[in-house]
């Protein structure tokens, strides 16, 4: 079955940096678009990026999101990265990592076919 498996998450100050990682299995890899969400305490999930299939050329950012988050695949490890980078007090959440091969679903319409369990982050101020 398809498995998505979050890491690197943890405790960080604000201003420092983080790279999630999610590792993927029981699917062809390069054939799925990837994205991650996140939620926050009391808040419902939210899209934050995401990434088209095979080249994963093409990139789209929630608008919280542009300028300090970086999406990133390696169809060879089967994996997708979420580079942030001056993380705020407001970036806590869990964050999830997700696939389908509609690029749409992830980014426009948010209900991608496979989600991961999930990595909390927590910011300190």
């Known amino acids: 079955q398809v498995q998505l498996v979050e890491s690197g998450g943890g405790l960080v100050q604000a201003g420092d940096s983080l790279r999630l990682s999610c590792a993927a299995s029981?699917?062809?890899?390069?054939?799925?678009?990837m994205g991650w969400f996140r939620q926050a305490p009391g808040k419902e999930r939210e899209f934050v990026a995401g990434?088209?299939?095979?080249?994963?050329?093409?990139?789209l950012y929630a608008d919280s999101a542009k300028g300090r988050f970086t999406i990133s695949r390696d169809n060879a490890k089967s994996a997708v990265y979420l580079q942030i980078n001056t993380l705020k007090p407001e970036d806590t959440a869990v964050y999830y990592c997700?696939?389908?091969?509609?690029?749409?679903?992830?980014?426009?319409?948010?209900?991608?076919?496979?989600w991961g369990q999930g990595t909390q982050v927590t910011v300190s101020s």
């Open positions: 997700a696939a389908d091969t509609s690029f749409h679903k992830i980014v426009e319409v948010h209900v991608p076919a496979y």
């Open positions: 029981g699917l062809t890899f390069s054939e799925y678009a």
């Open positions: 990434i088209i299939r095979r080249s994963g050329g093409s990139q």
